[in-house]
């Protein structure tokens, strides 16, 4: 597998990066983990606009999806060779009513499923093109799935957004790598069920034993240097600091 961070910052974009999403590819197939603000223009830098396979929602907060909207324009409204066909968009209880309404101005409420298949997600395990698929839904204000992707005998684990769970444990565990969310300072915040800090992502990579810990979602306004020290006082495995176009086999 190949992970490609195509934006990485948490709430809203930063100066160096789009919100969260995630381009992993395996046997020619494509996936894309979110798309949140500004992430469609930074996807262009790495893959074509018709290029993507399938689409996981892990949440409908705007830093995680909102950037569907100006796809749904690129597939639809398509100068060259007509309209796109349908491409599978995994996403929580009412994917399709949450994209329709920030749009708002569709020709009419079912053209969001003229280009994409809505699929709602629940926790459980299924198939995604060569991909074995493991969801299970964590601890945030709303609907919100952390997912875990297998081939070839190698795994990869992304939190989505989520504070302290055991179902984020059970997916992370021997994880090649695991990419989770930090948007929080230890001993700074402390508001449960919402997101997490540089230390519990470590305590989570170190219980897990996974192989690499990459730290992401983490907002312009949080010091991401003091997060990455935070998970290294806890986790003896590499770690991370997601960027902007950073690339990682798997």
């Known amino acids: ?19 969260s999403s995630y381009l992993v590819e395996a046997d020619g197939f494509r996936l894309l983990l979110d798309m949140g603000n500004g992430a469609l223009g930074e996807l262009q830098r790495h893959c074509g606009l018709y290029d993507l396979d399938a689409i996981f929602l892990s949440h409908l907060h705007a830093d995680h999806c909102i950037d569907m909207c100006g796809y749904f324009v690129a597939r639809y409204y398509r100068h060259e060779g007509g309209r796109c066909g349908t491409i599978p968009v995994y996403g929580p209880e009412g994917t399709e009513k949450r994209l329709t309404t920030a749009y708002e101005d569709v020709p009419d409420e079912r053209s969001m499923s003229e280009v994409f298949d809505f699929r709602t997600l629940k926790a459980g395990t299924f198939e995604i093109g060569p991909f074995q698929v493991r969801t299970e839904r964590v601890a945030h204000p709303i609907e919100s799935y952390a997912i875990r992707l297998e081939h070839g005998g190698r795994s990869l684990t992304y939190s989505g957004d989520t504070g302290v769970c055991a179902e984020l444990g059970l997916l992370a565990e021997d994880a090649d790598l695991f990419l989770c969310e930090a948007s929080f300072t230890h001993g700074k915040e402390d508001i449960p069920d919402l997101h997490l800090n540089g230390r519990e992502a470590g305590e989570f990579a170190r219980a897990g034993r996974v192989g690499r810990l990459v730290l992401t979602h983490i907002p312009p306004w949080t010091d991401a240097a003091r997060n990455v020290a935070d998970a290294r006082e806890v986790y003896e495995g590499q770690v991370d600091l997601a960027h902007a176009g950073a690339v990682y086999e798997i």
């Open 1 to 19: 597998m190949k992970l490609t961070v195509v934006g990485c910052s948490g709430s809203f974009p930063s100066a160096e990066s789009a919100c």
